[in-house]
């Protein structure tokens, strides 16, 4: 019992440290047109991103978002009972963060992993990657 409590309260200190260090080193915020940061913001209105402040995954996953200057929601999975882990487990089908809600239309989509979210973001997003945006 107290070995788990000790055990959680190192992995948060050190989620918590590497959530400081990433946010001191934030990379840079791409810059776009006007019309072009609109339809950045239209399609970031359907998405969120349900995580934890201090998971390592989360924080990689930030990075990219903040990257890519995109207003994402963020959703905090972490307290146990709360309103979005719930949505998470019922709906996502797991509690594992990070995990991009995309709701489509009629269809939600629940992209789990960190690495397909950040190529997924990268490919909807990054001018340089894709024509995603131009099309949409
Ligand atoms: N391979 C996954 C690992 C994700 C992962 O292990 N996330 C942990 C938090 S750091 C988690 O969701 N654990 C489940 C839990 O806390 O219940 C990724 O890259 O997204």
């Not at 776009?32 to 998405?47: E, F, G, N, Y």
Request: include cysteine; charged fraction near 20%.
């Amino acid at each position: 019992m107290i070995k788990a409590v000790l055990l959680k309260i190192f992995r948060e200190g050190v989620g918590g440290l590497m959530a400081f260090v990433s946010y001191i080193t934030s990379p840079r915020k791409i810059k776009r047109t006007h019309d072009a940061q609109q339809a950045v913001d239209k399609k970031a209105a359907s998405m969120s991103l349900y995580q934890y402040f201090a998971c390592p995954f989360c924080i990689k996953t930030r990075r990219t978002v903040h990257r890519l200057n995109i207003p994402l929601a963020y959703r905090d999975a972490q307290i146990r009972g709360g309103e979005h882990r719930n949505t998470l487990e019922q709906q996502g089908g797991q509690i594992k963060v990070p995990c991009l809600r995309i709701d489509d239309g009629e269809t939600t989509t629940w992209l789990y992993e960190s690495s397909a979210i950040v190529a997924y973001l990268n490919q909807q997003f990054d001018p340089a990657m894709d024509t995603a945006l131009q099309q949409s």
